[in-house]
Nanobody
Framework: QVQLVESGGGLVLPGGSLRLSCAAS????????MGWYRQAPGKQRELVAT???????RYTDSVKGRFTISRNNAENTVDLQMGTLKPDDTAVYYC??????????????WGQGTQVTVSS
């Protein structure tokens, strides 16, 4: 069993910063890509940023230059540093990991989500 636990969401003023963290735990053999997705009310879940186990990153256009994704392979964690936040960034943010658990097949895992609200 693999679990992803997010932390760091909250309420922030426009233009402010916030850091999200996600830790993977459980019976893990290998983690490939990790990433962050978000879902705003009435909208579909969308990719925010991903990072491979070799450190290659990808961002959705709307967050380029404002958000930075990073990971610690030794600790199985992934962070999302968010800056110059806008009201449009308001959403539930979900951590995702492509994992091969010990004794099971490779598949995607999701965290429970953390709310980010950007508002004055």
């Amino acid at each position: 069993q693999v679990q992803l636990v997010e932390s760091g969401g909250g309420l922030v003023l426009p233009g402010g910063s916030l850091r999200l963290s996600c830790a993977a735990s459980g019976s893990i053999f290998r983690i490939y890509a990790m990433g962050w997705y978000r879902q705003a009310p009435g909208k579909q879940r969308e990719l925010v940023a991903t990072i491979t186990d070799e450190g290659s990153t990808r961002y959705t256009d709307s967050v380029k230059g404002r958000f930075t994704i990073s990971r610690n392979n030794a600790e199985n964690t992934v962070d999302l540093q968010m800056g110059t936040l806008k009201p449009d960034d308001t959403a539930v943010y979900y951590c995702n990991a492509d994992v091969t658990p010990r004794f099971e097949g490779r598949k995607d895992y999701w965290g429970q989500g953390t709310q980010v609200t950007v508002s004055s």
